[in-house]
């Protein structure tokens, strides 16, 4: 196979469809586009679950005298109800799901409040008898914080366990949404520019099916006069696919890693090597639906 010819031949296609292989870009670039953001989304949920649930913790908040009696029918907790807590926490039954506890007074927790709150004006109106006693618990499964909840939801002189994994389930849901509706995009983008990439080649090989009969009078093989009308549509898809990988490049690098990574220190986001990683997943999907599409619209010349 003449190499050369080859080279000539896809240029001449791209000179003579330049408006319309620039559509292919365009569409291939919007559709990639989205394809990445919806495989970035994921990532980060990914990040968030790795990051925030191992760390994030089970509190046992313990009766005071200020609670509902709905709650603390009993009142605050006795020595007796707080020692049966502080056994449950050791029983054989619960020791394989934590890692650690620890016990936090209402001095401690006021304290604590005052420290992370620095000039919180609601600390003024509050005294440590007005908050619980909490036990924080470290588990060793996150996955099992269900198991350990249960245990203490009805235990005497318990006011509430929490599990802290729950706050970020409305920000795992967005991102979920975000990716789904990214996703359905994509695919709607990515049938257009399927179809876009099909007419394209359709039209080229069109315009040239005098030297494509030329081609199989002299016995060209199927795979060397369909190569030309391949790569025309390929080159187009990695182009789309390229810009479509710098666009979230600049993104995150400018947006995510410079503005909002610093102001929101506690989050872990996509970077860069995020975007680099799933790169070549998004430039091989455009390149199988840019190869698959010129080869369909060219193989109907090739019969005739």
Not at 253 to 259: F, G, H, I, M, V
Not at 265 to 271: E, G
Request: aromatic content about 10%.
């Amino acid at each position: 196979m003449n190499l050369s010819f080859v080279a000539r031949e896809v240029w001449e296609g791209v000179r003579g469809n330049f408006s319309m292989v620039l559509s292919i870009v365009l569409v291939t670039f919007v559709s990639l586009s989205f394809v990445s953001v919806a495989a970035l989304l994921q990532v980060q949920i990914g990040n968030l679950k790795s990051y925030w649930f191992d760390k994030a913790q089970i509190a046992i908040y313990l009766c005071n005298d200020f609670e509902s009696e709905l709650i603390c029918p009993s009142g605050a907790i006795t020595q007796t109800e707080q020692i049966a807590v502080a056994g449950q926490l050791k029983s054989s039954a619960l020791v394989p799901y934590i890692d650690t506890y620890y016990f936090e007074s209402q001095d401690e927790a006021y304290q604590r409040l005052l420290d992370g709150g620095g000039e919180l004006t609601a600390a003024q109106y509050l005294n440590p008898d007005q908050l619980n006693a909490t036990y924080w618990v470290s588990l060793a499964d996150p996955e099992k914080a269900a198991l350990v909840v249960e245990a203490f939801e009805s235990q005497p002189g318990v006011a509430a366990v929490a599990d802290q994994r729950s706050y970020f389930d409305p920000i795992i849901g967005l991102l979920n949404g975000a990716t789904l509706a990214a996703g359905s995009i994509a695919t709607v983008m990515l049938f257009s520019a399927a179809l876009l990439t099909t007419t394209t080649i359709r039209l080229s090989a069109f315009s040239r099916r005098r030297e494509i009969g030329i081609m199989r009078l002299v016995g060209a093989s199927s795979a060397s006069i369909q190569l030309p009308f391949i790569l025309e549509g390929l080159i187009a898809a990695l182009l789309g696919g390229g810009l479509a990988i710098g666009l979230n490049l600049f993104i995150v690098e400018n947006y995510l890693t410079d503005s909002l990574a610093t102001e929101l220190a506690f989050a872990n986001f996509v970077s860069a090597t995020d975007v680099l990683a799933v790169a070549p997943y998004v430039l091989g999907l455009g390149a199988i639906l840019a190869v698959l599409a010129s080869g369909i619209s060219t193989f109907r010349h090739l019969r005739t």
